[in-house]
């Protein structure tokens, strides 16, 4: 057979990592729910925490790592197996039980106090709040940049005094303004305290956008959402091409308890095989209905990566991204009471937060997901009144088209 590590990665997620030997012959992983692990003699016990603790190192084939399952257990270990060959350039990769435990373990793991933070804006609300409520009282100096200022991102890293995190959300949500990841790499390389990139690749990530081939040394996920898929799990990741770096977020992560559990990693597991379809085809049905709703005069504005008009912006998706992604948002003439006809009228996609599932959502983030942001963030970042985001699901776009239409006639 040929090398696992030069399998492309539809087959790597299905052949590598997972031995049936280890579970009776099982075909699929088997669940793992013990929380603590035997050891054949006490001396393999004591070696095994000295492994742990880093006093000694592993031998190649020894498995030192199961002792208690907040450290490690096998479902965990399985899931970041497959999780890497998902991840071009990857080599190792954790989970977390949300991806709000990936960022702030990331976070925690390489902020110092009287250090900075550069982060483009807007950010995912919550993560946001993280920078604002705990690590700003840490004395660690956030400075936001707008996302896509490609200029003034490269010169707040130059700037910044002693820059431990530069953090790269791309595309923004809901306004999908892109940034360039090998940018703000570069400058980040060319400060003397090398701080560690980090970007958020939940919208386009795995399957469409690649940060660790662009120079970043930490991808972050929610993996909630496409890489889970079906709106029914909460769950993060955190993916490198640097083994040392994930072994300090590692100990971070055995000391905060914040490891997936058995049943969510089987779960999530599953789902891995198939991510790019499901990417691949919400993809193409977005692209489909985005492209057709442009133009109706109840819009002011489809916004959507291959409907960019800004030639910036059209040349970072086509460096950086394979496809447009699933995500489009309508920003209605009406304001809020055309946004809020138009949910209602919605038979099909359903009004709710979060995306990345293989049904049809819309919300608006305005009132709900971005609420928490001040008017001038909002105004900022052009995340208007009439704005509605919408992520598109595996349904048959006909009907996801006729549904956004009939929505729209009730708009007027
Ligand atoms: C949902 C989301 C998060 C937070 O992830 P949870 O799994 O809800 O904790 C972070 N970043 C982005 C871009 C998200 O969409």
């Known amino acids: 057979m040929s090398d696992p590590a030069e399998l492309h990665s539809n087959t790597a997620v299905l052949t590598r990592g997972f031995d049936p030997r280890l579970s009776v012959g099982s075909a699929r992983p088997a669940v793992f729910r013990s929380s603590t692990y035997v050891f054949e003699s006490p001396e393999e016990a004591e070696r095994a925490f000295a492994v742990v603790h880093g006093h000694a190192a592993a031998e190649p084939n ?35 039980n949300s991806g709000m435990a990936a960022i702030m373990t990331a976070f925690f793991t390489f902020a110092r106090s009287h250090s900075s933070i ?30 896509g200022d490609t200029a003034a991102i490269a010169e707040a890293i130059a700037a910044a005094e ?28 060319r400060h003397a305290s090398k701080p560690v990139v980090m970007v958020d ?29 079906f709106s029914d799990l909460v769950a993060g990741a955190a993916i490198s091409n640097d083994p040392a770096l994930i072994e300090r977020l590692r100990s971070r992560r055995s000391m905060f308890g914040n490891i997936l559990q058995p049943d969510e990693c089987w779960m999530l597991d599953g789902r891995l095989p198939t991510v790019s379809l499901r990417m691949n085809r919400e993809s ?31 040349r970072i998706y086509k460096e950086q991204c394979d ?14 009471p055309a946004a809020f006809e138009f949910l209602r009228h919605l038979k099909i996609a ?62 007027g």
């Open 62 to 96: 020894e498995r030192a790592d199961l002792i208690y399952s907040r450290i490690s257990h096998p479902n965990a270990e399985i899931l970041e197996d497959h999780l890497v060959p998902l991840e071009p350039g990857a080599n190792s990769a954790l989970v977390f």
């Open 118 to 147: 550069v982060y483009t804006m807007p950010l995912y609300g919550g993560t946001t709040t993280l920078i604002h409520t705990f690590l700003e009282p840490l004395s660690v100096t956030g400075i936001p940049v707008p996302a």
């Open 162 to 189: 002693d820059p431990c995190i530069v953090l790269v959300e791309t595309p923004a949500n809901p306004t999908l303004i892109m940034t360039g990841i090998r940018a703000a790499a570069r400058a980040a390389k």
């Open 201 to 229: 690749n939940t919208f386009l990530g795995p399957v469409f956008q690649h940060p660790l081939k662009l120079g970043a040394d930490l991808v972050l996920y929610s993996a909630t959402k496409y890489l889970s898929g």
């Open 284 to 314: 193409k049905n977005a692209q489909r209905i985005a492209e057709k709703l442009c133009g109706r005069p109840a819009i002011r504005r489809v916004i959507y990566p291959t409907l960019f008009t800004d030639p910036d912006q059209a």
């Open 323 to 336: 496809y447009p992604g699933a995500i489009f948002s309508l920003d209605f003439h009406g304001g809020k």
């Open 350 to 411: 359903r009004n709710a937060v979060s995306l990345g599932g293989v049904e049809t959502l819309a919300c608006h983030p305005r009132s709900t997901t971005h609420s928490g942001d001040s008017k001038e963030e909002l105004d900022r970042a052009g995340v208007t009144d009439g704005l509605v985001r919408v992520s598109v699901g595996i349904e048959d776009w006909r009907d996801l088209l006729a549904d956004f239409e009939q929505a729209l006639n009730a708009v």
